[in-house]
C-alpha cells in the first residue's frame, strides 16, 4: 500500500487556504463591482468587506486590474473546460452539443455576476488582458464550429455556415448573464431547457439555417 509523505498534506493544505481566499476576495470585489462599479470600487473597500488589511489583498492580487482580470476570465475559462470535456464524450453530434448548451447555460447562470461584470466593465481591462480573454472565446467559438460542422456532414444539423452559427450559439447563452434573476418566474432549470431547445431548432435540418 502506498505511503504519502509527511510533507504532501501540509503543502496541500496550504494551497487550499490559499485558494479559499482567493476565492473570497474575487467574491467581495465582484459584489462592489457589480453594485458599485469598477472605477467607485477601491481595494480599501474590498477590504473592508472581507474586515482584513489591504496588504491582505496585495498577498494575492497586486492591484485591482488583476482582479478585475480574474472575474472577467472566469466564464470563458470554466465554459472552455465544458465545451472540451463534452467533445470528448461518446456519442453523436447532436448529443455532444446538447451537452455543451446545458453545461454552458449552467455555467453561466452560477456564474452571472462574474460574466455581467465582464460584458460591463470589458472596457477597462489591460489591452493584454482582454485580448487574453477575446483569444478565449474566439477558440471557444471555433471549436463549437466545428463540432457544428461536423453535425452538418452526419446530416443531424441543417447550417450553411457553421462557425458563424457559432457565434450566434455562444451569444445565445452569454445573453442569459444579463436577463436571468435567481428567484424570478424562470427557475434555472427551466432557463437550461428553453436555451437548449431554441438552439437545437436553430441547428435543425428542418430550418436550413444560414448563419
Same mark, same amino acid.
Given at each position: 500500500m502506498p505511503t504519502r509523505t509527511s510533507g504532501q498534506r501540509? *503543502?496541500?493544505l496550504k494551497e487550499e487556504i490559499a485558494a479559499f481566499k482567493r476565492r @473570497? =476576495?474575487?467574491e467581495e470585489a465582484s459584489h462592489l463591482f457589480s453594485t458599485e462599479g469598477y472605477d467607485t470600487t477601491t481595494l480599501d473597500k474590498v477590504a473592508d468587506r472581507l474586515n482584513v488589511s489591504k496588504p491582505f489583498i496585495y498577498t494575492y492580487y497586486k492591484n485591482k486590474g488583476e482582479l478585475l482580470f480574474e472575474i472577467c476570465q472566469t466564464g470563458i475559462k470554466l465554459s472552455l473546460v465544458a465545451l472540451e470535456q463534452s467533445l470528448a464524450v461518446e456519442g $453523436?453530434? $447532436?448529443d455532444k452539443l446538447k451537452a455543451v448548451v446545458e453545461r454552458v447555460a449552467r455555467i453561466i447562470i452560477e456564474n452571472q @455576476?462574474? =460574466?455581467s461584470i465582464y460584458l460591463r466593465e470589458e472596457k477597462r481591462?489591460?489591452?493584454?488582458d482582454a485580448r487574453s480573454i477575446r483569444v478565449m472565446r474566439h477558440h471557444f467559438d471555433e471549436l463549437l464550429g466545428d463540432l457544428l460542422d461536423k453535425g452538418c456532414k452526419s446530416g443531424e444539423f441543417g447550417i450553411q455556415d457553421p462557425s458563424r452559427a457559432a457565434i450566434w *450559439?455562444?451569444?445565445l447563452? $452569454?445573453?442569459i448573464a444579463l436577463w436571468y434573476h435567481e428567484g424570478g418566474s424562470w427557475s434555472a432549470t427551466e432557463v437550461v431547457m428553453d436555451a437548449l431547445t431554441m438552439v437545437m431548432k436553430m441547428v435543425s435540418p428542418g430550418r436550413a439555417y444560414r448563419g
Open positions: 501540509p *503543502v496541500q @473570497r =476576495i474575487l $453523436t453530434a $447532436t @455576476r462574474y =460574466i481591462l489591460d489591452p493584454d *450559439v455562444s451569444g447563452l $452569454t445573453w
